[in-house]
């Protein structure tokens, strides 16, 4: 099945795209895919226990089950002043 994966904020400059498409195993979890986008961008590792991770609009954890044509998205941690 096939997952989009979007990156936002600073994500986009360390994996220089806005997006990637990954081919995953029927009930992969969110948790896997996140590995495997870091597997694909090592820059993104640094943030891997402060990325928050959304599938659709809703933020879900690692143990998510994902769908044939879900859309992830990776937000770095946020910061405030």
């Known amino acids: 099945m096939k997952v989009t994966v979007k990156f936002w904020s600073y994500f986009r400059d ?12 029927e009930g992969e979890t969110l948790g ?11 820059k993104l590792a640094e943030m891997k226990k402060s990325t928050l991770k959304a599938v659709g ?8 089950i994902l769908s044939d044509g879900d859309e992830v998205s990776l937000f770095p941690p946020v910061q405030g002043g």
């Open 57 to 64: 609009v809703d933020y879900q954890t690692d143990d998510f």
């Open 32 to 42: 896997n895919v996140h590995a495997a986008v870091m597997t694909k961008f090592p």
């Open 14 to 25: 360390l994996t220089e795209c806005g997006e990637t498409s990954l081919e995953v195993n």
